[in-house]
């Protein structure tokens, strides 16, 4: 596949997923649906893995490599998936754009990675300043919303967690092998936690859009966006693909609107804006001022 191929179907996917936990959970129980979801993950990349004959490692690193992604998969979106009876999904999508700030603070104790500079310590401040404008509404609001934003902030600390401890293991593993391994690993997890929480199968209180949204982020959503992820890591650069966290917010606050009728305030699109801003300089900030300090000397 091309690689802008996959870039793009990777920021069409991740734009479109938090919609789709939405229109997912609105008739179906939260912990059914995500279980529905891995489970057509699970058996279509069963399937390419039995026609591709791509060989699966089970040794203790690799097995190690599963559940470490699993354990984002399972954290991650579980809790979204509960967050999404009150949490809009433009919403949930710009906290998740914080990911990459959070993994760098959890890199720094577990990977001993140097601390912040200067110009990523502004931008962590002004992140956490436009991520208390855009949840006032949902603090100050119901319990119900309050919990909401409560577990898409731990969503996505289990997701940066996973990340930084996928990093600490060394292996040369096929993307199929990594998708299909987690998806073997945190499939029964779902299950079990469906279970527990009553395990009820009321097929009936089911809409077309649900069930078409479930068969959606299954077949995209776990499978094919997941390998189109690692298709790019393998190709892009690390800057071309952190772009991803600046793009996919935007894209699914203007989907939100469009589809679901989710209001854009004020509030929240100054609390977007300044999030944005300052994922951008974390990301590319001491790029752009070491150019510059270059040309400054060039020019003296």
Not at 5 to 10: A, G, N, R, W
Not at 16 to 45: D, K, N, Q, Y
Not at 138 to 148: D, E, F, P, R
């Amino acid at each position: 596949m091309n690689v802008k191929v996959s870039y793009f179907l990777m920021v069409l996917i991740w734009s479109t997923t938090p919609l789709g936990i939405v229109f997912s959970s609105e008739t179906v129980e939260p912990t059914l649906a995500v279980l529905l979801r891995m489970s057509i993950g699970l058996v279509l990349a069963a399937f390419v893995v039995a026609i591709a004959n791509v060989r699966i490692p089970w040794h203790s690193r690799a097995c190690c490599l599963y559940a470490y992604s699993s354990m984002g998969i399972y954290g991650g979106m579980l809790l979204s998936y509960m967050a999404a009876k009150t949490v809009p999904s433009g919403l949930i999508s710009l906290i998740f754009g914080l990911a990459p700030i959070l993994s760098g603070l959890l890199a720094q104790r577990l990977l001993n990675e140097p601390k912040f500079s200067l110009i990523k310590s502004l931008a962590l401040l002004c992140a956490l300043f436009g991520l208390y404008l855009v949840s006032k509404e949902h603090i100050q609001g119901s319990l119900a919303h309050m919990q909401g934003f409560v577990y898409v902030a731990l969503a996505v600390c289990f997701f940066s967690l996973s990340g930084v401890m996928i990093k600490r293991i060394r292996i040369a593993i096929h993307p199929m092998a990594t998708t299909f391994g987690s998806l073997i690993f945190v499939t029964p997890l779902f299950f079990v936690t469906w279970w527990l929480f009553g395990g009820q199968l009321d097929t009936q209180a089911w809409s077309v859009k649900s069930i078409w949204s479930i068969v959606y982020l299954g077949v995209f959503g776990s499978l094919v966006g997941a390998l189109a992820y690692f298709h790019v890591l393998q190709k892009l650069t690390a800057s071309t693909v952190a772009l991803t966290t600046l793009i996919t917010p935007s894209f699914a606050i203007g989907l939100g609107a469009w589809l679901n009728n989710e209001p854009i305030s004020m509030q929240l699109g100054l609390g977007a804006g300044i999030i944005l801003i300052s994922l951008a300089i974390f990301q590319f900030g001491e790029g752009w001022f070491n150019r510059k300090g270059k040309r400054n000397k060039l020019t003296f």
